[in-house]
């Protein structure tokens, strides 16, 4: 699987040579793994390198306008997306237009650079004679010459060029029928920035995407640093609003495991490139980085950095049940975003917990809601499932919210109470700092009296759980608390004989 071209047979003649490397020359011309091997012939070729040259291929042609490549560091995505992919484009097409974008000026100048090299080199020449680049380095038009330096080059005689960013970079005045932006975020403190992941975000939105030219195709190539990068606000965008972009993903993590890429051969538990990673090294690096970089770099899937409070294995997979007891007192509460839309996918949520307490002291987590929603989806959502519950819980839920200080917050919450007229729902004005509030439930599931009734939502409660206070949201926690402590506090108030004759009852 090292090469797309067959052998030359055993003391081949002239002519058969010359068959040879015209269908070489063919084939580099047709598929960007043929013209990086053809350029490049000691590009070690791994089978994930074939399955992604075959995307950018199809890239190049325009076939595949939106596509995400997950790959972990040293693994050969920029040499082929940032150097070898621009090349091939404009040697196919010496009238595109390409821009080259990762996380630093001076990152994007050294590839166009190396790009300029590969056009430079005779084999290139052999390849495509029409894509040419003026003979000089130079940084102004005012002689009538084609610009060539290392931010920007233009193709002689035709219209294409070459231009570099850093991300944060001006673009203006150039637009791109091709772009690819390289690994975005340089290190683990920019990643932990939420200021410089809402600059990246900005940065893409408002500079990068807008400089596309009509049918462009926009490749992103990334080694995911954290769970709410560049990449995932995509995506999270992309799910929930169909009329954004919607993109191909593929994904390459070190050890094979689900979910895997369709086009991915491997069995679960292989290593992605043994002939250069071998598994004592894959190994090696696992153990000297950490199961959280780990996660992250090298198995592409990012969370939050665990807390000081909350474990993951308090919420293990024998703690999940499929029913709460039905005999339990029970309380739905809410921490209302102050803002939000559907197409949001940073900052607070709206959250809705639903909690419920035995007589004996165990605590089911029952259901969670969560999302991004204006003030009218918001409290639309919030009376349906009001009604479910009812519905499902003959009435025996109690409904709070929590009442932000200040005018603004107390009129939000009157207006909730005015929407869920007829249910028994009040305003919860809480003191105290927030992870004060969240340590008596803190301390319920430390002693193993916390379960979760099994359900969609459990991942996406838990990883928040776990990151606190480290994570970019706590709604779920925060709701949780309240409704934790409200029941709490209500069967502290019980009467003494009351309680114990509830107990003997059960």
């Not at 269908?23 to 490049?40: E, G």
Request: charged share 25%; glycine share 8%.
């Amino acid at each position: 699987m090292t090469s797309l071209l067959p052998s030359l047979p055993e003391n081949p003649n002239r002519q058969q040579q010359a068959a040879y490397e015209e269908y070489r020359r063919r084939l580099a011309r047709q598929n960007l793994l043929a013209f990086t091997q053809y350029t490049f012939p000691d590009y070690e070729v791994n089978w994930h390198h074939r399955i992604l040259a075959d995307k950018l291929t199809k890239f190049a042609t325009g076939e595949i306008k939106r596509l995400i490549v997950l790959m972990h560091p040293r693994a050969g995505k920029t040499e082929l997306v940032s150097r070898r992919l621009p090349a091939f484009i404009l040697g196919c097409n010496p009238d595109a237009h390409f821009m080259g974008a990762s996380y630093s000026a001076d990152f994007a100048s050294d590839n166009n650079r190396r790009v300029q090299r590969i056009m430079d080199s005779p084999e290139y020449s052999r390849l495509f004679p029409a894509t040419k680049l003026y003979g000089k380095n130079i940084r102004s038009t005012a002689t009538g010459s084609y610009l060539r330096n290392s931010d920007v080059f233009e193709i002689v005689n035709h219209k294409g060029s070459y231009r570099g960013v850093g991300v944060g970079g001006a673009a203006t005045g150039f637009g791109f029928d091709h772009a690819a932006l390289d690994d975005p975020i340089k290190n683990r403190q920019e990643a932990n920035s939420l200021t410089y992941r809402n600059s990246v975000w900005g940065w893409f939105r408002a500079v990068f995407y807008t400089r596309q030219e009509k049918n462009a195709g926009i490749l992103i190539t990334v080694t995911p640093w954290h769970e709410d990068d560049v990449v995932h606000r995509i995506l999270n965008l992309a799910a929930s609003d169909p009329q954004a972009d919607q993109w191909e993903v593929i994904r390459f993590p070190a050890q094979a495991e689900e979910p895997l890429s369709p086009e991915d051969p491997r069995d679960l538990g292989e290593w992605l490139w043994p002939t250069k990673f071998t598994p004592d090294i894959y190994r090696t690096l696992r153990a000297t980085i950490g199961g959280y970089e780990w996660n992250a770099l090298y198995q592409l899937r990012p969370t939050a950095p665990e807390g000081n409070r909350f474990k993951r294995h308090w919420f293990r997979e024998e703690k999940r049940v499929a029913v709460a007891p039905v005999k339990a007192r029970r309380i739905r509460y809410w921490d209302k975003a102050g803002t939000g839309d559907s197409g949001q996918t940073t900052g607070a949520r709206t959250a809705g917990v639903l909690l419920a307490i035995t007589d004996d002291g165990l605590v089911y987590i029952e259901d969670s809601v969560t999302g991004y929603f204006s003030s009218l989806e918001r409290e639309l959502v919030i009376k349906q499932t009001a009604a479910d519950d009812a519905r499902k819980y003959q009435n025996g839920i109690t409904i709070w919210l929590e009442q932000e200080p200040g005018s603004g917050g107390k009129e939000s919450a009157e207006s909730t109470i005015r929407n869920l007229s007829g249910y028994p729902v009040y305003a919860d004005r809480p003191s105290g700092d927030k992870d004060t509030r969240l340590e008596p439930f803190a301390a319920q599931a430390e002693a193993d009296n916390v379960w979760l009734v099994a359900g969609d939502w459990n991942q996406d409660w838990i990883e928040e759980m776990v990151a606190i206070p480290n994570g970019t949201r706590r709604d779920q926690g925060d709701a949780t608390a309240g409704a934790f402590n409200k029941l709490a506090l209500a069967k502290a108030s019980m009467p003494t004989r009351w309680r114990q004759a509830k107990v003997k009852g059960r």
